[in-house]
């Protein structure tokens, strides 16, 4: 190999290696004036190429580096960051080598050029079957990357590298004698997965277990793990249900599977499979012929079995039994017309039972001890009849379409509801409710209710209602001029909208020298002079003044949209007032 020649601080100066034959190393040359890099660039700009583009040698262009003089106090980047390289004051760039582990490190040179190496003793190299020698130095030895190993020499006997794998390196093991026949006995034991096996023939390996009772580890999901086993070498096994819960049996001292306490699942068994029953229901059952106890067996016969001879002694109490016939004749049952063989019955009056239908036959009578009444009849003390039962329906909910039956209303403590047929606004029917009013001794004041609460009609205690009149929102207003008024506005509303006057005045100033004409009424645009006044007066004299209403009644009401206007005289010297109470109501 080509060495790079070292100036004399034995930094190693720039070589290339030749186009021509991409191994001849050649100088690359400097202008010595600038001290630029020579390149010869066949392109314009082209040496931007995109991140792992390939390059053509010959072809491509390529860029001069440059590097900065930076020995007192080296600049250190960011990650990510682009920067200068460094060189010496000979224009020579620093190298370092970056080992696996990241640090950096400078090789050590002579002044010969050459590289000090610790530990190597310059590569001594020792002859074949030379005898070892204790802390003989030696070169360490490379070996070449092959996936696939493969003779990398000519012909067998030459030299050749040793060759790795994943950095294990690649050997090839020759097994004869014993070691060859225990593997073969071990390989007899593997099998082909659902294989087959042949008794006496086939062989296996016996299993070891693990007596690990202290502290049981666990395995994870798809690991390979030691079975556990007891100090009696006994291997243990749980059962597994199909949720994947283990279950280990309960078993005493005879072997037997001890069941738990309360009621436990036997699956089903084969046809005509003989169990012995040592008890049922906690008790030895009784067998063969003899006398009662509790360990005999309650039987009663299905009403649909089928007709046989029994000899019958004594019934214990309320035993249930089956009666094929009765005085000779077989038992109509069932729903039918009348026969020989339907029981006659005969209700007591005393008796406590309750028929659960009555069917069409029953004609229910409209006399005093009958269910039943006439329609219009008269009423008599202790006529028989049904209670009529009610529905609590305390939200009013609707429970029948128009024409369908439906029950009685209460609410929730049994009053029957009465309601209004109409809601409010709604177009009334004329079937009106009835009002009661709540009596109240005179200089009694009622309790407040909130806003929006429901609240009581009060009445003295004669009946008659108390009754405030006006409007919950009632305005006053006064307005004073001093200039005669035509078709003034005092009150204005909207479209959809009434004006209702409750109590109007005009008052003159003691100071007016003249006597005051008025005219207060509703109008669109213009005061009224007959429909629609409310106030008027030809000349009312000074301090005096003319007034109508007390606010507990309506004086007029406006037409929709009409304003309250005023026409007037001047009132020389003083004004005039005018006080007015009034509400609006919509059209």
């Keep these: 190999m080509a060495q790079a020649q070292r100036d004399s601080n034995q930094i190693t100066t720039l070589i290339g290696v030749s186009n021509a034959d991409d191994t001849t190393a050649v100088n690359v040359r400097v202008d010595p004036t600038t001290r630029r890099l020579l390149v010869d660039s066949t392109g314009s700009g082209g040496t931007s190429m995109t991140d792992d583009a390939a390059f053509t ?170 079975a556990r086993m007891s100090s009696n ?52 059952p009784l067998m063969g012929n003899g006398v009662t106890g509790t360990g005999s067996q309650r039987v009663t016969i299905a009403s649909d079995n089928t007709a046989f001879s029994v000899n019958i002694g004594t019934f214990p109490d309320n035993e249930p039994f089956n009666v094929a016939q009765m005085n000779g004749v077989a038992v109509t049952m069932g729903n039918g017309v009348d026969g020989t063989g339907v029981q006659r019955i005969t209700l007591a009056s005393d008796s406590t039972g309750n028929i659960a239908t009555i069917g069409t036959s029953v004609t229910p009578g409209t006399a005093a001890t009958n269910l039943g009444k006439a329609e219009d009849a008269a009423h008599a003390s202790g006529d028989v009849g049904v209670m009529a039962l009610a529905v609590s329906n305390e939200a009013n909910t609707a429970r029948a379409a128009d024409g369908d039956y439906i029950p009685i209303a209460t609410d929730t403590e049994g009053n029957v509801r009465t309601v209004g047929n109409r809601d409010h606004d709604a177009v009334d029917a004329g079937e009106l409710v009835g009002i009661g009013l709540r009596a109240i001794a005179h200089s009694t004041n009622p309790t407040a209710v909130a806003a929006a609460d429901r609240t009581v009609w009060f009445a003295n205690r004669a009946g008659v209602p108390f009754v405030i009149g006006g409007h919950p929102n009632i305005v006053t207003l006064e307005a004073a001029y001093t200039a005669a008024q035509t078709d003034a506005a005092i009150v204005t509303v909207a479209s959809g909208l009434k004006i209702v006057v409750t109590e109007i005045e005009a008052l003159c100033d003691n100071a007016n020298t003249v006597d005051v004409g008025v005219r207060v009424g509703f109008g669109a645009t213009t005061t009224p002079t007959t429909t629609g006044v409310v106030l008027t007066h030809p000349g009312i004299a000074a301090g005096s003044g003319v007034a109508r209403g007390n606010g507990s009644g309506i004086l007029g009401v406006g037409a929709d949209g009409e304003d309250l206007r005023i026409t007037s005289e001047v009132p020389t010297t003083g004004s005039l007032r005018i006080l007015v109470s009034y509400y609006t109501i919509e059209s």
């Design 57 to 226: 040698p010959g072809t491509t262009s390529v860029v001069p580096i440059a590097g900065t003089l930076d020995d007192t106090s080296p600049d250190s980047i960011d990650e990510g960051d682009a920067g200068a390289v460094r060189m010496s004051a000979n224009r020579n760039l620093y190298v370092r080598i970056r080992d696996n582990a990241g640090n950096e490190r400078g090789l050590n040179v002579d002044e010969n050029g050459a590289i000090a190496v610790t530990g190597g003793g310059g590569g001594t190299q020792f002859a074949e079957d030379a005898a070892h020698v204790s802390a003989d130095v030696g070169t360490m030895a490379l070996a070449v990357r092959t996936d696939t190993p493969a003779n990398r020499s000519g012909t067998d006997g030459d030299y050749e590298p040793l060759q790795l794998s994943g950095g294990r390196l690649w050997a090839s093991t020759l097994v004869t004698g014993a070691a060859l026949t225990s593997l073969e006995l071990i390989d007899d034991t593997v099998f082909t997965d659902d294989a087959a096996f042949t008794p006496a023939t086939s062989k296996v390996i016996a299993s070891g277990f693990e007596f690990d009772d202290t502290s049981p580890d666990s395995v994870d999901e798809g690991d390979i793990g030691a």
């Design 233 to 284: 070498r006994n291997q243990y096994v749980q059962i597994r249900d199909n949720a994947g819960n283990e279950r280990g049996l309960n078993i005493d001292a005879s072997g037997n599977i001890i069941l738990g306490t309360g009621t436990n699942t036997i699956g089903a068994l084969t046809a005509n499979q003989s169990v012995n029953v040592a008890q049922i229901n906690g008790v030895t």
